[in-house]
């Protein structure tokens, strides 16, 4: 199983639905709180593009946001991307 990483808030109501979402389907998730770290929200800006959180990574595969995630997993893509 590939490593899952989301650079996160601690506030953030759509980290915490992506977490769970994952935390559903077994999979642990590497938090990166851009809070409290403005080097890590700089590495995410600068890798991304984007500013707003989650960024989700799998792998070294980055699917965007919760709302890009649910859309993977409507589709029947994101427990591939999991299994890889």
Do not use: W
Request: net charge negative; glycine share 8%.
């Amino acid at each position: 199983m590939p490593i899952v990483r989301m650079y996160s808030t601690q506030t953030c109501p759509y980290c915490m639905r992506a977490e769970g979402l994952l935390n559903k389907k077994g999979v642990q998730v590497q938090k990166i709180f851009v809070d409290k770290n403005p080097e890590e929200m700089n590495k995410m800006i600068e890798v991304t593009g984007l500013r707003s959180v989650p960024q989700i990574f799998i792998g070294d595969r980055h699917v965007g946001g919760y709302d890009a995630m649910v859309e993977l997993d409507t589709q029947g893509e994101l427990d591939s991307l999991l299994r890889q």
